[in-house]
T-cell receptor, first 112, second 115 residues
Framework: DQQVKQNSPSLSVQEGRISILNCDYT??????FLWYKKYPAEGPTFLIS?????DKNEDGRFTVFLNKSAKHLSLHIVPSQPGDSAVYFC???????????FGGGTRLMVKP | DAGVIQSPRHEVTEMGQEVTLRCKPI?????LFWYRQTMMRGLELLIY????????DSGMPEDRFSAKMPNASFSTLKIQPSEPRDSAVYFC?????????????FGPGTRLTVL
């Protein structure tokens, strides 16, 4: 039973365009969400997060949107750069808990 | 400031052998997590510790897997005996307590291949 799902295993985008990565969750107890980026042969690194009291959080080229009623969040990267090519993991947790539940990841390829 | 350190980075072993993976968390972090990444199951939590005490090991797949944290700066994940289906990348992560946000800091991982 996957509680966090990333239904697109891969995404290809042209440099300069917008990349949109999607994530769905099923557990209503989740109230804090994170995005991690992972390059080959490295561990995941934290990118951006959002708590359930917000519906948007922005950090430079990265924006995360949260739709609580739909149990859906998305990561927007604008403009996309070749260095953004990586695997992106969505993760969720309850603020009162210590564990993160990860989605399966989406491989983003940004073409020059 | 050094990040999470894992060793070895790569391990190749034969079925039936004992494998020990090592992790040094970031200094001052009270939580330590062990994850396994496979194509089939993605990134799954195996066990986590708080102040060196195992809190939740429900993700440990079988009795062949064990984890210890003898002190605040060292943890091991042991597989005995190893099997080919244990082949995966194993990550260690840590985070401090007392923070509002649940961000974890990951090590570079150990790629385990069991032949």
């Amino acid at each position: 039973d996957q509680q966090v799902k990333q239904n697109s295993p891969s995404l290809s985008v042209q440099e300069g365009r917008i990349s949109i990565l999607n994530c769905d969750y099923t557990n209503s107890m989740f109230d804090y969400f994170l995005w991690y980026k992972k390059y080959p042969a490295e561990g995941p690194t934290f990118l951006i997060s959002i708590s359930s009291i917000k519906d948007k959080n922005e950090d430079g080229r990265f924006t995360v949107f949260l739709n609580k009623s739909a149990k859906h969040l998305s990561l927007h990267i604008v403009p996309s750069q070749p260095g953004d090519s990586a695997v992106y993991f969505c993760a969720a947790s309850a603020l009162t808990g210590n564990m993160l539940t990860f989605g399966g990841g989406t491989r983003l390829m940004v073409k020059p | 400031d050094a990040g999470v350190i894992q060793s070895p980075r790569h391990e190749v072993t034969e079925m039936g052998q004992e494998v020990t993976l090592r992790c040094k968390p970031i200094s001052g972090h009270d939580y330590l997590f062990w994850y396994r990444q496979t194509m089939m199951r993605g990134l799954e939590l195996l066990i986590y510790f708080n102040n060196n005490v195992p809190i939740d090991d429900s993700g440990m797949p079988e009795d062949r897997f064990s984890a210890k944290m003898p002190n605040a700066s060292f943890s091991t994940l042991k597989i005995q005996p190893s099997e080919p289906r244990d082949s995966a990348v194993y990550f260690c992560a840590s985070r401090p307590s007392g923070t509002f946000y649940n961000e974890q800091f990951f090590g570079p991982g150990t790629r385990l291949t069991v032949l």
